[in-house]
């Protein structure tokens, strides 16, 4: 979109020029409206959606940024961008839902346990153990509709992605890759360390709300 193009245009037609790109903000499509929050993200998600600005059409949280999609039409109201100026609350004040998710840990559910236990320095069940013993929170979904990336991880379990993504990962599969966790909600291929499996359903188009989990949802394991 050029200045000189749409001069006579009402300002509201050009959020653009209303809120322009600056240090830690940029315009990358005409509605879309990319944060960076770094540490912060779920902290600004739940401020940006707990004012409900009409003027936006959906915030996604990613690593480390967030995207605003403005609706159609309408520009960036002085409410909006005060808020964008204002340092996120970092004492979350969201009722964040708590998931309880039953787990199958090693053996063929979870082929790269061994391993990963290995590298920690633990036995297989002081491996499991710390990591259902940890919280974890919903940083934000993507990959594949419905996966989590779960923050929380404790370090000593972090491990890299696997060198060689495996053609097919089942369904439910609980995985590691660096510092999060993930839930696979479909199968497919996938190269992060699989170290268990969940009969939960992730994803399910037909629901009013087809994902199991939002960004700020708690989630804590029980190894079966």
Same mark, same amino acid.
């Given at each position: ?73 309408? /520009?960036?109201?002085a409410g @909006? &961008? !005060?808020?964008?100026?204002?340092? *996120?609350?970092? $004492? ?11 787990v199958r ?8 346990l061994a ?36 923050? /929380?991880?404790?370090?000593? @379990? &972090? !491990?890299?992605?696997?060198?060689? *993504?495996?053609? $097919? ?56």
């Open positions: 979109m050029h200045k000189h193009e749409q001069a006579d245009r009402p300002a509201m037609d050009l959020p653009q020029e209303r809120i322009p790109d600056c240090t830690g903000r940029r315009w990358v499509t005409d509605r879309g409206l990319r944060l960076e929050t770094g540490s912060h993200t779920l902290a600004r998600y739940e401020l940006l959606v707990s004012r409900n600005f009409p003027e936006i059409e959906s915030i996604i949280p990613a690593d480390d940024s967030i995207l605003l999609v403005l609706r159609s039409g309408v /520009g960036i109201s @909006l &961008r !005060a808020a964008l100026e204002m340092p *996120p609350d970092l $004492r979350s004040k969201t009722a964040n839902r708590l998931h309880r998710v039953v840990y090693g053996g063929k559910a979870g082929p790269d391993a990963l236990a290995e590298r920690a320095g633990l036995r297989q069940q002081d491996w499991i153990a710390q990591h259902a013993a940890a919280e974890y929170r919903v940083a934000f979904l993507g990959f594949q509709p419905g996966f989590p990336y779960l923050a /929380g991880l404790p370090e000593k @379990l &972090r !491990a890299p992605r696997r060198d060689e *993504p495996r053609v $097919r990962v089942p369904a439910g599969s609980l995985a590691i890759g660096g510092s999060y966790a993930g839930i696979y909600p479909k199968s497919g291929p996938g190269g992060w360390q699989i170290v268990g499996a969940t009969e939960a359903v992730l994803f399910d188009p037909r629901q009013t709300s087809p994902a199991l989990f939002a960004p700020g949802d708690r989630v804590r394991f029980e190894a079966r």
